[in-house]
């Protein structure tokens, strides 16, 4: 059973790694998004994160895909209390459908809800920012939702640091609930803006810190090792800007700690994340049972210092 963290100043108990729901209606159909759902559950984990512009990219879909069939596993399995749902609005759905205003922000929770089938959201984030809505507006517009029940905990994913400052203090100061976790990109190879932007704000509001492409969508499962390997998968293409020499050198190191530890590289990538007092839970994606048990394995793999040391120098920035 995976040990449970706090998210942030809340009451919600999440499991250290988060199902990243962007591969259901992707590159998992309904069937095998159920199956991994069915797995990581069963392994221990309650933390599922997910938006309703997942996958939008997909030709023919048309976004809310991937919160539909997270619905229909829900209704099926009957396991909604068991979960801790993590959704995010403000992608652009078209027709106009995007943003972080008062009229927005109520139609888009009402169609992630129906899609869900659930009446409320564990965590309701801010996928991107929408600077021509003053943040005063969204905020009084996020706790409406939290007084109706609809969304218990909000938070922000990619918003500059100061417009979490901004939206926490407003929010502190009118006596409404503010942003409590913050979903950045965050992994070995992508460390220097969340260490120098969003840390000193993490620290300072006192966030929980849930980080996306742990695994910098792939590359540090050491799978890629040039242009070879890219088509390995989906993801592939996009491997080539990881391929410098900071790249080989955080390969080398995850290969070395490999060794000592008999560890794949994609458990070593998430146990340093987790071995980072400042974040709650990384979020993974699994498509293979072989997958799903490296996430399992990788929440309670111990790593000495001198392993961590090397890591963090052989991806110093």
Known sequence: MATQRTLGTSDLRVSPIAFGGNVFGWTLDQQQ?????????????NFIDTADTYSTWVPGNQGGESETIIGRWLKLRGRRDDVVIATKLGGDMGDGKKGLGARYIPQAVDASLKRLGTDYIDLYQS??????TPVEETMEAFNALIESGKVRHIGA???????????NRY???????????????????????FETEYLPTVEA?????????????????????GEADFGKSPRGG????????????????????????????????????????????????????????????????????EQLALLDKASAY
């Open 33 to 45: 998004s159920f199956r991994m759902l069915d797995a990581f559950v069963a392994a221990g984990f």
């Open 127 to 132: 996928h991107y920012d929408d600077p021509e």
């Open 157 to 167: 994913s990619n918003l500059p640091a100061g417009r979490i400052v901004q939206s």
């Open 171 to 193: 929010a502190a100061e009118n006596g409404l609930q503010g942003y409590i976790s913050l979903q950045p990109l965050y992994n070995l190879y992508d460390r220097q803006k």
């Open 205 to 225: 509001e006192g966030l929980a810190v849930i980080t996306y492409y742990a695994l910098a969508s792939g590359f540090l499962s050491g799978k890629y090792r």
């Open 238 to 305: 996009g491997m080539k800007k990881y391929l410098d020499e900071r790249g080989f050198r955080i390969l080398k190191a995850l290969d070395r700690v490999s060794a000592e530890t008999g560890a794949p590289a994609a458990q070593l990538a998430l146990a340093w994340q987790l071995h980072k007092p400042a974040v709650t839970a990384p979020i993974a994606s699994a498509t293979t049972d072989k997958q799903l048990q490296d996430l399992a394995a990788a929440a309670s793999l111990p790593l000495t210092r």
